[in-house]
């Protein structure tokens, strides 16, 4: 059995423009994947069960990081000025710093709207930046 | 990595604002998009598309509760200050890495922009500090300075 470690399981966004890389200092992923469905139960349908068609797909992403030097927080806010998708992507990595993608079976890559950001400074506490993302399209 | 309590929230009721929060504990600024979904039956395949079509951000944080008499009002903002700003005032908010004695040197700016302080809460807890939570809701867009010449991204 082959296991991929949390730490390889990484999030790569282009954040103002910068190109895709990994968000720094991540701390946690969480990917969400919805397919919304519609019940298709006829007269013709047989029991009493509904029959679900998933009739639209669409997908989340939120990722926790240290990432707190002014320069990657100004990024953060100009990205979510912006308003626009960027290309994000996840995939298993390794090598320096867990950066290096591996382009495993499950790497999954589309465009993305920065749709909600936290950054906290608490005293005596790391600061911390949380990104939620709302994808846009499908994911290739 | 840095440590909280470097980033510190400058408010007041005029531009520029040169007041941190005095004896401020905690901080954050938080952002949201409001999105709405945009396929149509031109979209190709079944993943929905979004789009922005709003946005909105607010500040919030907790300082303890100082004597009038305290010194570290002396050149930041106390509770009787933040008291005054729960009206129908325009603040001028920024948020600076600083260093220095009592963090109040600015280092660099990160974000400014205008805000409404819309609540205020005083707690006084037996055996603990007193301390109050503000919120400022955010009063149009966020402004963001360019970067300095040599700054990296990581």
Sequence with gaps: MSKIKGQNF?????????????????TNVSVSLTGNTEDTTTKDTEGMFSQEDIVSTAWSA?????QAEPAQLRAVLRTFKAAQPVGVKWD????SQNRVAQNANFKRS?????????????????ANCSLQFQGTGALS | MRRGQYYRLFLAAAANPSKVIAAAKAMSLHGSAQTEESSTKDTTGDAL????????????GSALVLTPTDTLNTGGNSVNDMEGYVQNTLLYWKICLCDGTNNRNVVETIA????????LQLQGQNKQNA????????????????????????
């Design chain 2, 112 to 119: 400014s922009g205008t805000c409404k302080c819309t609540s």
């Design chain 2, 49 to 60: 598309e979004y789009e922005v079509v709003g946005q909105t951000y607010d500040i919030s």
């Design chain 1, 110 to 126: 589309g465009d993305a709207l920065l749709n909600d950001f936290t950054m906290q400074f608490d005293d005596r506490a790391i």
């Design chain 2, 131 to 154: 301390q109050y939570n503000y919120t400022l809701a955010g009063y149009g867009t966020i402004d963001v300075p360019s970067e300095p010449a040599s700054s990296g991204t990581d």
């Design chain 1, 92 to 95: 298993q990595t390794a090598g």
């Design chain 1, 10 to 26: 990484r999030f790569f966004a282009d954040i103002d423009g910068g190109g895709l890389a990994a968000v720094p200092e991540e």
């Design chain 1, 62 to 66: 939120q990722v926790d990081s240290y």
